[in-house]
């Protein structure tokens, strides 16, 4: 009998340890992971400083979202990219402090559109000083030793290719530009900031394909639009006061100032096509359907997803410790009807 009590307390002792033993593990939450368990994967982020020369300029807006939105598709579940994007306002103080709060942040890598191409030395020298890689985009260094730095590189397309362009859409019009037929295409340049190498080369190609083609021209106007909508229907306006009907062509150095010179132009009574030829460079949408509608002649696409992707990728080469070209260029594209 005693054997028997002494087995059934035994028993309870067992089930009543068990019974501890249970509660305990079920207050300790979520199991311990076992010992061949993988730990979650390190994610890198990467910090990107970009300033742009100024946010109001049509193009540069479409170059700057997309900037943004292809680092984004770039992301993995173990790298991201942090981009900052900033305002230089058009003013080269302000886009120097931008870089040197950048630099000062610890950013990985810079994009910088200039607000001036000749102050590209001094923000070189400030990238190089902290080791950080910087790719220039839209406005080239043009100065002599310029990008001095192994991880310094320009991403943008020939400004030369887009004047030409220019010039041989109108060259290549029936009436080779001369609207009114006496022998010599009288034409009014409204330009960006003639500083800027697009500016100069624009101005410069679009009427040495028309003299290469065997055409005459005579200059009637040229001022500086600063690639401002408002300032080119000013200009446009005011080029069409002065000389009236003896203006064929009307050439600008961007999309943005022939938006403007098309509304001078509808003001002043003329019609595209008809008394009066308008070319841009961009390919903004708008001047796209104009082109298409017939109310602006031609336009030159300035592939700003193509550069805007081929500068990111540079930027990421960078990041993974490659190198880059020098100068990396992307085609330009004439856009007629």
């Given at each position: 009998?005693?054997?028997?009590?002494?087995?059934?307390?035994?028993?309870?002792?067992?089930?009543?340890?068990?019974?501890?033993?249970?509660?305990?593990?079920?207050?300790?939450?979520?199991?311990?992971?076992?010992?061949?368990?993988?730990?979650?994967?390190?994610?890198?982020?990467?910090?990107?400083?970009?300033?742009?020369?100024?946010?109001?300029?049509?193009?540069?807006?479409?170059?700057?979202?997309?900037?943004?939105?292809?680092?984004?598709?770039?992301?993995?579940?173990?790298?991201?990219?942090?981009?900052?994007?900033?305002?230089?306002?058009?003013?080269?103080?302000?886009?120097?402090?931008?870089?040197?709060?950048?630099?000062?942040?610890?950013?990985?890598?810079?994009?910088?559109?200039?607000?001036?191409?000749?102050?590209?030395?001094?923000?070189?020298?400030?990238?190089?000083?902290?080791?950080?890689?910087?790719?220039?985009?839209?406005?080239?260094?043009?100065?002599?030793?310029?990008?001095?730095?192994?991880?310094?590189?320009?991403?943008?397309?020939?400004?030369?290719?887009?004047?030409?362009?220019?010039?041989?859409?109108?060259?290549?019009?029936?009436?080779?530009?001369?609207?009114d037929g006496d022998g010599t295409v009288r034409y009014v340049m409204i330009m960006g900031d003639p500083e800027n190498?697009?500016?100069?080369?624009?101005?410069?190609?679009?009427?040495?394909?028309?003299?290469?083609?065997?055409?005459?021209?005579e200059e009637l106007f040229k001022q500086r639009g600063d690639w401002d909508q408002a300032k080119g229907q000013e200009?446009?306006?005011?080029?069409?006061?002065?000389?009236?009907?003896?203006?064929?062509?009307?050439?600008?150095?961007?999309?943005?100032?022939?938006?403007?010179?098309?509304?001078?132009?509808?003001?002043?009574?003329?019609?595209?096509?008809?008394?009066?030829?308008?070319?841009?460079?961009?390919?903004?949408?708008?001047?796209?359907?104009?082109?298409?509608?017939?109310?602006?002649?031609?336009?030159?696409?300035?592939?700003?997803?193509?550069?805007?992707?081929?500068?990111?990728?540079?930027?990421?080469?960078?990041?993974?410790?490659?190198?880059?070209?020098?100068?990396?260029?992307?085609?330009?594209?004439?856009?007629?009807?």
């Open positions: 009998m005693k054997s028997r009590k002494l087995l059934s307390m035994l028993l309870c002792c067992l089930l009543l340890l068990a019974s501890i033993t249970g509660c305990a593990g079920g207050t300790s939450g979520a199991a311990a992971p076992s010992a061949g368990a993988a730990a979650a994967p390190e994610v890198k982020t990467y910090n990107v400083g970009v300033s742009i020369y100024k946010y109001d300029d049509n193009f540069m807006t479409l170059y700057r979202n997309e900037i943004a939105a292809y680092f984004k598709t770039l992301e993995t579940d173990t790298v991201k990219y942090n981009v900052n994007i900033q305002d230089g306002k058009g003013d080269m103080a302000e886009q120097t402090n931008q870089v040197d709060t950048f630099l000062a942040q610890g950013v990985d890598v810079l994009i910088i559109n200039l607000v001036q191409s000749s102050s590209e030395a001094t923000i070189t020298e400030k990238a190089k000083a902290a080791n950080v890689p910087v790719v220039y985009i839209n406005r080239e260094p043009m100065e002599e030793n310029a990008m001095d730095y192994d991880k310094a590189c320009y991403v943008g397309a020939d400004a030369r290719q887009s004047g030409t362009y220019q010039g041989e859409i109108i060259a290549n019009l029936p009436t080779k530009g001369d609207v190498v697009d500016a100069q080369y624009r101005t410069e190609y679009s009427i040495k394909a028309l003299t290469d083609s065997g055409i005459a021209v200009l446009a306006a005011s080029a069409l006061s002065q000389f009236g009907n003896s203006i064929d062509v009307i050439f600008c150095n961007n999309d943005g100032m022939a938006l403007g010179a098309a509304q001078a132009i509808s003001s002043a009574g003329r019609t595209v096509g008809k008394d009066i030829y308008l070319v841009g460079v961009d390919a903004l949408d708008e001047c796209v359907e104009m082109v298409k509608a017939g109310t602006m002649t031609g336009t030159v696409l300035n592939d700003h997803i193509g550069q805007s992707h081929t500068a990111v990728d540079a930027a990421v080469k960078y990041l993974n410790g490659g190198t880059n070209d020098k100068r990396i260029m992307v085609d330009y594209q004439k856009v007629t009807a």
